[in-house]
């Protein structure tokens, strides 16, 4: 079975500072994984996503994340955090040739000024 | 549509009673999804339609849960007898392209809100 693991519900920075974003999966097949963003009163929005193609995938707004098989890992970068990048991060996974995606309980990142 | 709509946005109802929660996805995706969303949690996948024909719903709680797109465009949720359990919000998603395959992007609505008191 496919899981999704966020490490910390919660995340801070500073404006200005390097935003990492832990997610860990568990997949018995090759699988794709994605990254959403959810602002208030919004519904999810694709940040960015890896189909096999690379293992380093940039995707909108500075975001990028890099795919680790031997640590199963899909974790979440930006190098300088801004104000506007406040919101609920999920990570998400789902089966090559499947329907379901398995999404994260989440990680809120709060930017202070 | 530009994108995604749902509604009703919110909605409070009664325990025992039916509520049916309407999604509109982009004008001419295949695909469409209904999840359901705990508090703190992500979004739970419910079930899966390509066109009208509903592929997957495996994700469905239990029998007082169902779903139809019969024309393959405006999708309904239902939920009978609810519960305060129930209570949650219901997101729908759709895709440009159909059938298993995962690459697509899916295109989130705002979601209902559902209380059940």
């Known amino acids: 079975a496919q899981s999704v693991t966020q490490l910390g519900s919660h995340v801070s920075v500073s404006e200005g500072a390097l935003v990492l974003l832990r997610c860990n999966y568990s997949s018995s097949v090759p699988p794709y994984l994605f990254w959403y963003v959810q602002y208030p009163n919004q519904g999810l929005q694709l940040l960015l996503k890896?189909?096999?193609?690379?293992?380093l995938v940039k995707g909108i707004n500075g975001f990028e994340a890099e795919f680790k098989k031997s640590e199963t890992s899909f974790h979440l970068t930006k190098p300088s955090a801004h104000m506007s990048d406040a919101a609920e991060y999920f990570c998400?996974?789902?089966?090559?040739?499947?329907?379901?995606?398995?999404f994260g309980a989440g990680t809120r990142l709060f930017v202070k000024a | 549509g530009a994108g995604v709509s749902q509604s009703p946005r919110y909605k409070v109802t009664k325990r025992g009673q039916d509520v049916a929660l309407r999604c509109d996805p982009i004008s001419g995706h295949v695909s469409l999804y209904w999840y359901r969303q705990a508090l703190g949690q992500g979004p739970e996948f419910l079930t899966y339609?390509?066109?009208?024909?509903?592929?997957?719903k495996s994700g469905l709680p239990n029998d007082r849960f169902s779903a139809e797109r019969p024309e393959g465009s405006i999708s309904t949720l239902t939920i009978q007898r609810t519960e305060q359990r129930d209570s949650a919000m219901y997101r729908c998603a759709s895709s440009s392209s159909g059938g298993a395959g995962g690459l697509e992007t899916q295109y989130f609505g705002p979601g209902t809100r559902l209380l059940v008191l």
């Open positions: 890896y189909t096999s193609a690379a293992t």
């Open positions: 339609f390509n066109y009208e024909a509903q592929q997957d």
């Open positions: 998400a996974v789902r089966n090559t040739g499947g329907f379901k995606t398995i």
